[in-house]
């Protein structure tokens, strides 16, 4: 029989095969409990960093920015406490400088630690000789090195590598990195590739790739060009992986069955010329996808995307009337109460036939009881609500079409939980935040996706200003002109009080400053831990003229549309991103009034804050702000963190960098699908087994 120490290891092996029959180690306990199931889920743990070992030279040879590897006589040492570490009268940890002079030449160093525990502060006061590793900085003109490694005769001389892996787990990355050059040797030569037919292979192969970023080729043979090409192959693989989950969820949904609702060109131009205004180029264009989509007899699966006030609500009314017109039920569901409420009056006030219903948490239980029991049973048409649209309690008689706005504000199970209330249910997601095109391609591949571009006519275009402390008194003597016009302003905050870890303009203690600055003018506050009726009521008065200010968080960002509101003053800007900077500015301007929005900065935010700012000062265009907002925040998880292999830990993939590995993917899987479909069909059969990613649908 043969022994667990002899089984031979492939890349689906289980990180449990690596403790040879004894119990897994700490590491590997905590490798698989942040999810590294095998051993190729262990291989993309990659290296924070990997550079060739240098060899020992003289100082004059250390160059700024690169690894050098020195020794010498240590001719200086002064280590002192780190400021405020201590405890019961103790230092805890101390910073040291040491100065080496080369043992090659005459020329010094100086060597730079933070953080040294007391054991390490008697270490480097015996230090006589020294042999170090470490990054060349400058500093006044100087060569030093911060934290460099001191070597001693225990350090693997022979070391081809400096590689330096992530903490995992809180499992520091030199216990990783032991783990991971423990792999026998054979498992290197032989790295499973996904899909052999694609033409990213012919210039790397995976195997090679992970090859080059473990450490695993010659050092003579690593150059930073090969190093970049190997990153370039696994981003082509995590591609890979994102878009066969994206052609999987496009085929579940194409074997799905809906019904089908068609619309005759007199219907259609009956049902807009009712409307109190005409429709836009690209509100008919995306108002005729959508009817395109009704036809097919599959679940309508599209995005609207558009800027705040550009009509994406006006094409889904008309898309609802058609839906209702064969007799079926739509349901609207809204992130705010704010929201869902200026819909229902929105279509009750352009179409007064409309048998519809408000369905919020607010809502009184007889009334609740009242709605619940008229989409039971079919004469409710129209449901416009909040989150209580998908609780169980809730159920239609016929349930056709779906309406999501703002749909970055629910979850994935919110989204499906509505859709299974009808068979075959469409679906209409609409955001304000438009997405990236790079994002599109990545990521919604699996939608079909609308732009409205153009504003309805009449809007004039919002002033944007940054505003700092010394134009202060400025700004408020034109917010004072504004409102002695009859005009009303917001002022929005980051925080509803003072709080003792955040040094932030607040909303409680704004409203008594603002109500003595504004003296003659009504300031009113609203924000989230007031009860509904006393939001409403708030509302109700700034929106009938008696109140002129107010003083919010961002719970206004969506939903409240008061054409007479002008003035949008936004304090602490730097604490919001750019989508809700841009969505905050388009609550006003909505009338035939000019707006104007203020970033008030009551702090330095340094360039790059300052250069984030710029961004919502110059542009207007919600397209442009969201390609610049997703070079700032980066573009985050395509499928959560469960994806396999790749977005547990660092992911090689960027949508910025690597756009055109992205298209190359998208254009190597056309032409497979086209060729050779059958090659693709494994591994969207593995794909569908897997719920979480239907479930992103």
């Not at 066969?244 to 579940?252: G, V, Y």
């Not at 250069?611 to 499928?639: C, H, M, S, T």
Request: charge should be positive; hydrophobic fraction near 40%.
């Amino acid at each position: 029989m043969r022994s667990k120490t002899s089984v031979t290891l492939n890349w689906n092996s289980s990180l449990l095969e690596l403790s040879k029959g004894k119990a897994p180690s700490p590491t590997l306990s905590k490798l698989l409990e942040a999810g590294v199931s095998t051993l190729y889920d262990l291989i993309w743990i990659l290296p924070l960093r990997i550079h060739k070992m240098p060899k020992v030279m003289s100082f004059q040879h250390a160059q700024f920015d690169e690894y050098f590897k020195g020794q010498g006589k240590v001719i200086h040492v002064d280590i002192k406490p780190a400021f405020g570490r201590r405890f019961k009268n103790k230092f805890l940890l101390y910073n040291g400088i040491v100065v080496a002079q080369d043992s090659l030449s005459l020329e010094t160093i100086t060597l730079r630690w933070f953080n040294l525990y007391p054991s390490q502060k008697k270490q480097f006061e015996a230090l006589n000789e020294i042999q170090f590793l470490g990054q060349v900085q400058e500093y006044k003109a100087q060569k030093q090195i911060i934290n460099p490694q001191i070597l001693t005769e225990t350090h693997d001389q022979s070391a081809s590598y400096i590689i330096e892996y992530p903490t995992v787990n809180k499992t520091a990355g030199a216990h990783i990195k032991k783990v991971i050059h423990s792999l026998p040797a054979y498992l290197w030569k032989d790295i499973p590739q996904k899909i052999d037919e694609l033409g990213y292979n012919d210039k790397m192969t995976l195997g090679e790739a992970f090859q080059i970023l473990h450490g695993k080729t010659p050092s003579e043979e690593f150059t930073p060009e090969l190093k970049s090409q190997a990153i370039n192959r696994l981003a082509y693989e995590e591609f890979l992986e994102d878009q066969l989950k994206i052609i999987t969820r496009r085929k579940f949904l194409k074997q799905k069955v809906a019904p089908v609702f068609s619309v005759t060109a007199p219907q259609l131009k009956k049902l807009t010329s009712a409307l109190p205004f005409t429709l836009t180029a690209d509100q008919d264009k995306v108002l005729n996808q959508i009817l395109s989509d009704f036809k097919l007899g599959r679940p309508m699966m599209r995005m609207v995307q558009g800027d705040v006030g550009c009509g994406k609500t006006v094409v889904a009314l008309v898309a609802s009337q058609v839906v209702i017109n064969h007799d079926k039920q739509v349901a609207l569901m809204c992130p705010t109460e704010a929201l869902a409420l200026q819909h229902f009056e929105s279509f009750k006030e352009i179409n007064p036939d409309l048998k519809i219903d408000l369905l919020l948490g607010s809502t009184k239980a007889k009334e609740k009881r009242e709605i619940l029991s008229r989409l039971k049973n079919g004469s409710t048409q129209l449901v416009i609500g909040t989150h209580s649209l998908f609780q169980d309690s809730v159920e239609f008689q016929n349930l056709g079409l779906a309406i999501i706005d703002e749909q970055h504000k629910f979850g994935v199970e919110q989204r499906l939980r509505l859709l299974a209330k009808g068979e075959g249910c469409h679906c209409l997601i609409m955001t304000a935040t438009p997405i990236p095109r790079t994002l599109s391609l990545a990521q919604y591949g699996d939608l079909d996706i609308s732009s409205i571009k153009t504003m309805p006519a009449g809007r004039i275009p919002i002033k944007t200003r940054i505003t700092e402390k010394e134009n202060y008194s400025k700004y408020i003597e034109f917010i004072k002109r504004r409102l002695s016009m009859g005009e009303q302003a917001y002022f929005v905050f980051p925080a509803i009080e003072e709080s003792e870890v955040m040094d932030l303009s607040n909303v409680k203690e704004s409203l008594k400053k603002y109500q003595d600055v504004f003296q003659g003018f009504e300031v009113r506050a609203l924000h989230g831990q007031m009860k509904a009726d006393e939001k409403e009521a708030v509302l109700h008065e700034f929106k009938n003229l008696k109140a002129h200010v107010l003083i919010s968080t961002s719970v206004i960002e969506v939903g409240i549309n008061i054409p007479n509101a002008t003035v949008m003053s936004i304090y602490n800007p730097e604490r919001f991103g750019l989508s809700s900077l841009h969505q905050l500015r388009g609550r006003v301007g909505r009338g035939h009034k000019p707006g104007f929005c203020f970033l008030v900065l009551e702090r330095e935010i340094g360039p790059e804050g300052m250069q984030r700012l710029k961004v919502i000062e110059e542009n207007l265009d919600g397209f442009v702000i969201a390609e610049e907002d997703l070079k700032f925040r980066g573009e985050g998880d395509l499928f959560g963190v469960d994806q396999s292999g790749t977005t547990k830990f660092r992911r090689v993939a960027n949508y910025l960098t690597h756009t055109h590995i992205l298209e190359e993917v998208i254009a190597d899987l056309e032409k497979l699908q086209n060729s050779h479909p059958q090659i693709l069909e494994p591994h969207f059969t593995r794909l569908a087994l897997d719920q979480k990613i239907l479930d992103t649908i």
